[in-house]
């Protein structure tokens, strides 16, 4: 099935996929789940007796909703209480510093994680965070820099939105962010990106689509996933906005979209007159 999708900032959920896949299995085994509560601003933080994770969290960030991770997580840990923080307020600002985090959302747990039964299904998911252990959910949202899309000021410099220059690389003010980058690796504008692996079956019958467009004159660049030298360019400059870490993708540079998956008809095999199109309508 073909799909085509607008290249957007990654989410959290992607990242956190191996935590969820755990916790989702448990809870179908305890049948349910209950929510936690919204992050209030002017919450302080407060460590009472019995087991506790805080959950630091920044409203402005569209991205950051952990409810269904939470949701797990207290399936996990019957007598987990949650604290929600958000980092709009002192508090939140002050632990975000004092904890050197460099991203958001948080879950941070109190040592009395470690007594608990459930904990052997999250000991591979946490780190050291001072005196909490941080569940690993592949948060990317940076709460100290510009956020480009909402009319406010938020680093307080004076600049809003694209003003910023914090602002300057993403495509929300410059369309152009993607090829720009990709120029040092000799990727223009009128190049698509193969981004395959040897190894996939998938991307084994879209070979002979692609040598077939280099043919007939199109640009290609093949990036082998598990090349480091080939696959650079997808790290230094697209892996934020892809939507899915899976192969085969065909990445367009020049109108920001991204194929995931393969080029294929009803019966499996390549669909060529596809696989052409969108080359084309990326060139056009």
């Not at 939140?92 to 009395?112: H, K, S, V």
């Amino acid at each position: 099935m073909e799909e085509k999708i607008k290249i957007k900032k990654i989410t959290l959920w992607k990242t956190a996929t191996a935590v969820l896949g755990i916790l989702l299995i448990i809870s179908i085994l305890t049948n349910g789940f209950s929510l936690s509560s919204k992050p209030t601003k002017n919450q302080t933080i407060t460590t009472p007796a019995g087991l506790v994770v805080i959950e630091l969290n920044d409203e402005r960030c569209d991205e950051c909703d952990i409810s269904g991770i939470i949701s797990q997580l207290k399936q996990l840990l019957p007598e987990l209480e949650v604290q929600s923080i958000d980092y709009s307020s002192e508090q939140g600002q002050e632990l975000y510093d004092d904890l050197d985090l460099n991203a958001l959302p948080a879950l941070l747990f109190t040592e009395e994680v470690k007594d608990q039964e459930g904990y052997a299904n999250l000991e591979n998911y946490v780190e050291n965070k001072g005196e909490y252990l941080s569940l690993k959910i592949g948060a990317s949202f940076d709460p100290t820099k510009e956020i480009c899309d909402n009319e406010i000021d938020d680093t307080g410099n004076g600049k809003i939105d694209c003003e910023d220059p914090d602002c300057a690389s993403k495509l929300t003010c410059n369309p152009d962010a993607l090829v720009e980058c990709a120029e040092p690796y000799g990727i223009d504008a009128e190049t698509v990106i193969f981004y395959y692996s040897n190894t996939c079956p998938w991307c084994q019958k879209m070979k002979p689509g692609v040598e077939q467009l280099e043919d007939e004159g199109y640009s290609i660049y093949w990036a082998e996933a598990s090349n480091a030298e080939e696959s650079e360019v997808i790290d230094k400059c697209i892996r934020e906005y892809m939507t899915s870490g899976g192969i085969p993708q065909f990445i367009c540079l020049k109108n920001a979209q991204i194929h995931v998956g393969a080029f294929a008809d009803e019966n499996g095999d390549l669909n060529y007159d596809s696989l052409k199109k969108f080359v084309d309508d990326c060139i056009a």
